[in-house]
């Protein structure tokens, strides 16, 4: 057996490992280990795990995980989420439907202070829900929205995923934020977009709130700048050049911990958010050593190499093998992570992609474009059965909606995703356009 052979072998049996709920760190290190010792030996597999943890950890543009987790922590314990919820109801209640594009509004806004979907999600479900349930808001709506809406957390910068796939391709973390940028906001006028046929053609389904007058909008407005002062400062500071994304993400993770103190958070809060830093941290680190041991054995395997060669001499347009790559990426969506779909399958594709022609573009361009391409589609996963990590979340704080009704209020979220992906698939400037704007 060759060693592409062999690493096709041990990535069905990771495929196995995982199917059978073991967590992907783990299953991620013992094929990995296994696959190593089959190609190489015991003594070398010893060697390498000798400087695997050091030469990982000690890369310094992994600093800003922990400082985003921990920005994300503070600014919901300082009840910012609120806020920006009221802020955008105040605004646009009063239209049908309008509470709802609220809360995508709202999901928008502590996405760019958090970098995380699941937070953003739970966090935006705790604050929005109960308001529309008050309203009589039609459960699959309610629901639909809040999953869809907590997606924003990772496409919105900063992302806890763009600087993984940054670390993994050693691309630049600030241009694949200022990437992300205009897409995300196409996302949120997405979703406002589904919002509005869906209150169209089931007219109960999103009743209007009361309209309030300019007074309490521009108090509940005012409400919100400890919010677009994080903003501005922390993905200002990255754009502009001022700050690196560690800089930033320790700025701001300083700021919203003020203001969380300022809110009323007292030492059991601190502790709390702490503890909870470390523990998103120490999960995402245990992953990405997986990763590289996993990554390490692919390449002795020569696996990704053979298939880019096999990709690139089948006469399959590039095209095509995108739009496949991509429906991998909506399959794997169904029963896991976004994180872990990276980390899984971004040493395998990425060559590939380079390795093709995508409208003439140089090779920083293609890498960013991909990577925000991958990171949209890897959000759909999700929202999309059977998994549905937000849709699992949500219907946790509204246990008496099925998750059947919740998943049926999906589709035209999950219609605007399809659109976004193909219009930035043949129109990546889209995603190119601000970077290359600020070079």
């Known amino acids: 057996m060759n060693g592409a052979a062999v690493g096709a072998s041990y990535f069905a049996v990771l495929m196995a490992l995982l199917a059978v709920r073991v967590p992907i760190g783990i299953a991620m290190l013992l094929t990995g280990a296994a696959g190593y010792v089959t190609l190489a030996g015991w003594a070398p597999l010893m060697s390498y795990l000798k400087s695997i943890a ?18 994300g922590n503070f600014a919901t314990r ?21 509470v709802a594009m609220a809360a995508v509004c709202a999901c928008a806004g502590f996405g760019a202070i958090c970098g995380s979907s699941l937070a953003t999600a739970a966090t935006m479900g705790q604050v929005a829900l109960p ?15 809040l999953a869809a809406g907590g997606t924003l957390g990772i496409l919105i910068p900063p992302s806890i995923v763009l600087v993984i796939y940054a670390v993994l391709t050693e691309q630049n973390i600030a241009k694949l934020f200022t990437a992300a940028f205009l897409p995300g906001i196409l996302a ?48 200002g500071g990255i754009y502009g050049g001022i700050f690196t994304p560690t800089e930033a993400a320790a700025i701001g993770a300083l700021g919203t911990g003020v203001i969380a103190a300022l809110k009323g958070m ?17 999960m995402i680190f245990l992953i990405l050593l997986g990763a590289d041991l996993l990554n390490v054995f692919l390449a002795l395997s020569q696996l990704p190499v053979e298939l880019a060669h096999w990709v690139g001499g089948s006469g399959l347009s590039p095209l095509l093998v995108l739009l496949s790559m991509l429906l991998v990426y909506v399959v794997l969506g169904c029963v896991m ?37 991958a990171l949209m589609v890897v959000e759909i996963g999700l929202i999309t059965p059977p998994v549905g990590m937000n849709v699992y979340i949500i219907n946790s704080l509204a246990r008496d909606v099925p998750m059947g009704v919740t998943f049926r209020g ?10 976004r992906v193909l219009l930035l698939v043949f129109v990546p400037t889209l995603s190119l356009l601000l970077v290359n704007w600020m070079e």
Not at 79 to 95: D, M, N, T, V, W
Not at 347 to 371: N, Q, S
Request: hydrophobic content about 55%; charged content about 10%.
């Open 54 to 71: 050091y030469g990982r950890y000690s890369v310094y543009d992994l600093s800003v995980v922990p400082l985003f987790l921990l920005m």
């Open 78 to 98: 300082g009840g910012l989420s609120k806020a920006l919820f009221k802020a955008a109801e105040s605004f646009i209640g009063h239209f049908r439907g309008g």
């Open 131 to 145: 308001e529309l349930r008050r309203l009589n808001y039609s459960p699959a709506l309610a629901t639909a929205t």
């Open 188 to 235: 949120a006028l997405g979703y406002a977009l589904a919002i509005a046929v869906t209150v169209r053609l089931q007219p109960g389904s999103g009743p209007a709130a009361a309209r309030l007058g300019w007074s309490s909008r521009w108090a509940a407005l005012v409400s919100v700048w400890p919010v677009l002062t994080i903003f501005v400062v922390v993905i």
């Open 266 to 282: 007292r030492l059991p809060g601190l502790i709390e958010c702490l503890y909870g830093t470390a523990e998103g941290s120490a």
């Open 337 to 373: 992570d976004s994180l872990s779909m990276i980390l899984l399958t971004v040493p395998i594709f990425f060559p590939i992609v380079m390795g093709l022609d995508y409208w003439g573009l140089g090779a920083t361009d293609k890498a960013i474009w991909f990577g925000v391409l």
């Open 410 to 419: 999906i589709v035209p979220f999950l219609l605007a995703d399809c659109a």
